[in-house]
Nanobody, 125 residues
Framework: QVHLVESGGGLVQAGGSLRLSCAAS????????MGWFRQAPGKEREFVAA????????YYADSVLGRFTISRDNAKDTVYLEMNSLKPEDTALYYC??????????????????WGQGTQVTVSS
């Protein structure tokens, strides 16, 4: 099974940037659709960005479209989330996730079966 570890979170001022990394071990990205989700205190976990299972298409939540970019480096077994023009409402615990066989919906939380531990992003105003 694949194991995912996020890193790169931190405290940043509104308008700033961060790049999150998700390193995979064990099984790699082959056959998986990779995505990012986030969860703020007292709120449900929500979709942020994802790759299709083939890796050829990307998907974004409307709230981050044009500001965030998901990318991958297969040689390093790592997926990234570049976050620009950050806003206080982006503050959340960010999770990397993988969709195994049977998960066909890139934006659907329940279609992911493997999760990292999360990395905290805090945007001050």
């Amino acid at each position: 099974q694949v194991h995912l570890v996020e890193s790169g979170g931190g405290l940043v001022q509104a308008g700033g940037s961060l790049r999150l990394s998700c390193a995979a071990s064990g099984r790699t990205f082959s056959g998986y659709g990779m995505g990012w989700f986030r969860q703020a205190p007292g709120k449900e976990r929500e979709f942020v960005a994802a790759f299709s299972r083939s890796g050829s298409n990307t998907y974004y939540a409307d709230s981050v479209l044009g500001r965030f970019t998901i990318s991958r480096d297969n040689a390093k077994d790592t997926v990234y989330l570049e976050m620009n023009s950050l806003k206080p409402e982006d503050t959340a615990l960010y999770y990397c996730a993988a969709r195994a066989a049977g998960g066909v919906r890139p934006k659907e939380l329940n279609d992911y079966d493997t999760w990292g531990q999360g990395t905290q992003v805090t945007v001050s105003s």
